[in-house]
C-alpha cells in the first residue's frame, strides 16, 4: 500500500480517478496508462483490487509510484471497491474506471476541464466509446446537448466512466449501496431525481467502456436491478414504469428472435 501526497494545483480542480480492478491482468496496464498519460495533471489517482490472484497486482506496483493510492484486499463487490476509493479520495471531483476501460486520448480532461466551475457545477458529462474485447468500436455515444433528468427514465445516459461527479454530491446524498450488483451507479444518480443537479454536457469522447465488464451476457438482470431502482427512488408512477418495463422487454425479445432467424 502507498499513499504519497498528491501535488496539487491551484488553478484547476483536483480529478480523483478510481480504478477498481479484481482480476484483471489483461488491461489493467492500458487503464492505467490512460490516466497516467493525461496532460492535465491535476490528477489523484486511486487503484482498488479486489485481491487478485493473476498480474494485476505487479502491475500496480510498476506504476505506483505514480498512483496516488492503492490498496488490495477481499471487498463486497465493485461497488464496495468504489466506495472506498471515495473514501480514500480528496479530490473536488470524482471519476471511476474499470480494469478494461479508460481515458480515451491524452488531452481529453485537459479539454473538459477547460472552463468547469467547481463552486458551482455537479455533474460533467461527457461521451464514451463501447469497444469489443480487442479494443473494435461497437458504438459511440450521442452528445446530448441540453441534458434532461428524464433521460434517465429510459436509459443510463450519464455512464461513470465519462462522468465527473463534485466530492459535494457525496457528501449529500452518500455512497454507492453495495446491495446492487450492476447499477449502483445509476441508484446513485436517482437519490436527487426530485432536486436533480445541473448537469455540465460536453461533445468530448472522454472514455472508451471494454465490452467484458460485470454485466456482459447478463442483459435481463441488468435490466430487472435497473427496473427495481427506479421504483425504489420512486422516479415516475408505477404505471409509467410498467409501460417502460414492458417497451423493454418487447424490444429485448424481438432483437433475440430476429437474431436466431
Not at 510498476?62 to 471497491?81: F, L, P, T
Not at 466509446?129 to 480487442?134: A, E, K, M, P, S
Not at 451507479?185 to 436517482?190: E, G, I, R
Not at 448537469?199 to 435497473?226: H, M, P, S
Request: glycine residues 6%.
Amino acid at each position: 500500500m502507498t499513499h504519497p501526497s498528491s501535488k496539487l494545483s491551484e488553478q484547476k480542480p483536483l480529478i480523483s480517478i478510481i480504478t477498481a480492478v479484481f482480476n484483471g491482468e489483461e488491461y489493467l496496464e492500458e487503464t492505467i496508462c490512460s490516466i497516467l498519460n493525461q496532460t492535465y495533471r491535476n490528477i489523484e489517482y486511486i487503484v482498488i483490487d479486489g485481491g487478485s490472484t493473476d498480474r494485476s497486482i505487479d502491475i500496480i506496483k510498476k506504476y505506483e509510484d505514480r498512483i496516488s493510492y492503492w490498496v488490495s484486499e477481499k471487498d463486497n463487490g465493485i461497488g464496495d471497491a468504489f466506495n472506498k476509493g471515495v473514501r480514500a479520495s480528496t479530490g473536488d471531483y470524482i471519476n471511476f474506471q474499470g480494469d478494461g476501460d479508460g481515458i480515451i486520448s491524452p488531452d481529453a480532461i485537459e479539454r473538459v476541464f477547460e472552463n468547469i466551475n467547481p463552486e458551482k457545477d455537479i455533474f460533467v458529462s461527457g461521451r464514451i466509446q463501447r469497444v469489443d474485447i480487442n479494443g473494435k468500436e461497437i458504438f459511440t455515444s450521442k452528445f446530448i446537448e441540453k441534458f434532461n433528468k428524464k433521460l434517465l427514465l429510459y436509459r443510463m445516459c450519464m455512464p461513470h466512466q465519462a462522468l465527473f461527479t463534485h466530492k459535494s454530491y457525496f457528501k449529500k446524498y452518500g455512497l454507492f449501496d453495495v446491495n446492487n450488483t450492476f447499477c449502483m451507479d445509476y441508484d446513485h444518480l436517482l437519490r436527487s431525481y426530485d432536486e436533480f443537479p445541473k448537469v455540465i454536457t460536453t461533445n468530448e469522447i472522454i472514455a472508451r467502456w471494454r465490452a467484458d465488464g460485470l454485466g456482459q451476457d447478463k442483459t435481463l438482470d441488468v435490466f430487472n436491478e435497473w427496473d427495481k431502482i427506479k421504483r425504489h427512488n420512486k422516479i415516475a408512477s408505477g404505471i409509467v414504469l410498467d409501460l417502460i418495463k414492458y417497451l423493454y422487454l418487447f424490444k429485448y425479445y424481438v432483437k433475440k428472435i430476429i437474431g436466431r432467424m
